[in-house]
């Protein structure tokens, strides 16, 4: 299983950016997915999580209100939807498997950029 995280870009601050997040080599049905974000020198944070079923959905603090998660399970893909994007949400974004407390086959990250 490979993931792949797209979707980034430059934008102006209060803007918008869909990312999404491809699952290659198995099925979106059976997996959990997850959002991190990383800032240069500093740890990777969670951002959001998405259960198998579209109702088990779950923010960070500073994600809540402006970002949603879903997922099409037919075209293997999961999407974070960020809208109102700050400064401070610039950073490398990945996605990764979610399996009981801990994140695997992370796949290669896109750069947002929040910048007027």
């Known amino acids: 299983v490979q993931l792949q995280a797209s979707g980034g870009g430059l934008v102006q601050p209060g803007m918008s950016l869909r990312l999404s997040c491809k699952l290659s080599?198995?099925?979106?049905?059976?997996?959990?997915i997850a959002w991190f974000r990383q800032d240069p020198g500093t740890e990777r944070r969670g951002v959001s999580c998405?259960?198998?079923?579209?109702?088990?959905?779950y923010y960070t603090d500073f994600a809540k209100g402006r970002f949603a998660v879903s997922r099409d399970n037919a075209k293997n893909t999961v999407y974070l939807q960020m809208n109102d994007l700050q400064p401070e949400d610039t950073a490398v974004y990945y996605c990764?498997?979610?399996?009981?407390?801990?994140?695997?086959?992370w796949g290669q990250g896109t750069q947002v950029t929040v910048s007027s």
């Open positions: 990764a498997k979610w399996s009981y407390g801990h994140a695997s086959d």
């Open positions: 080599g198995g099925y979106l049905d059976y997996f959990a």
């Open positions: 998405i259960g198998i079923s579209d109702g088990n959905t």
